[in-house]
Nanobody, 117 residues
Framework: QVQLVESGGDLVQSGGSLRLSCAAS????????TSWDRQAPGKQRELVAR???????NYADSVKGRFTISRDNAKNTVYLQMNSLMPEDTAVYYC???????????WGQGTQVTVSS
């Protein structure tokens, strides 16, 4: 059974930090590109950070220099370290895994991040 389970969301003050984790199971994690996306109330889901199976990384302009995506293939886990959080970072954060050489695409259930001013 395929699963992506996010954790680490919380309420934090502006300027604070959080580390999100996404544990994957049920598929060959190392052959998938992984990303973190977020959706704020009333807004479309947007890409935050992406890390391919080859190690290529890209970030949304709004988080560059503040967020860091990483993965541990031995633990089948992808992380998002978020520093210098701002109220506009408030959203539900979703983990995604997309098969590098195929079409399979999986999403987690989301974890809430709330940044107070």
């Amino acid at each position: 059974q395929v699963q992506l389970v996010e954790s680490g969301g919380d309420l934090v003050q502006s300027g604070g930090s959080l580390r999100l984790s996404c544990a994957a199971s049920g598929f060959t994690f190392s052959t998938y590109a992984t990303s973190w996306d977020r959706q704020a109330p009333g807004k479309q889901r947007e890409l935050v950070a992406r890390l391919t199976s080859a190690g290529e990384i890209n970030y949304a302009d709004s988080v560059k220099g503040r967020f860091t995506i990483s993965r541990d293939n031995a633990k089948n886990t992808v992380y998002l370290q978020m520093n210098s959080l701002m109220p506009e970072d408030t959203a539900v954060y979703y983990c995604n895994a997309h098969e590098t050489s195929g079409w399979r695409d999986y999403w987690g259930q989301g974890t809430q991040v709330t940044v107070s001013s």
